[in-house]
Nanobody
Framework: QVQVAESGGGLVQAGGSLRLSCAAS????????MAWFRQAPGKERELVAT????????NYADSTKGRFTISRDNAKNTLYLQMNSLKPEDTAVYYC????????????????WGQGTQVTVSL
């Protein structure tokens, strides 16, 4: 059974940076497709960034391209999301997700979910 747990959220001013971490257990992250989603109050959960199981595929939401970077450290069995130039509209609960499939491009393709970590960006 795969378990994932996020950390690293918090309060940051607009223009600042945060790095989220997602620690995985039960399977190596190198054998999983993984992704970051976020959900703001009153909105649907949306895909922020995704990395394929082989690591050769990455994709980002248009709103995060050029500002966010997804990566993973196989030795630490951890997925990361580096978030730069943060904006108030990035405020949301951020979720780590994993799948046994090749890639995650929607919520329905994710099998394993973390509990989420709150990111709040103030003006």
């Amino acid at each position: 059974q795969v378990q994932v747990a996020e950390s690293g959220g918090g309060l940051v001013q607009a223009g600042g940076s945060l790095r989220l971490s997602c620690a995985a257990s039960g399977r190596p992250v190198s054998s999983l497709a993984m992704a970051w989603f976020r959900q703001a109050p009153g909105k649907e959960r949306e895909l922020v960034a995704t990395i394929g199981r082989t690591g050769n595929y990455e994709n980002y939401a248009d709103s995060t391209k050029g500002r966010f970077t997804i990566s993973r450290d196989n030795a630490k069995n951890t997925l990361y999301l580096q978030m730069n130039s943060l904006k108030p509209e990035d405020t949301a609960v951020y979720y780590c997700a994993a799948s046994n499939g090749p890639v995650i491009t929607s919520t329905s393709m994710a099998t394993y979910w973390g509990q989420g970590t709150q990111v709040t960006v103030s003006l």
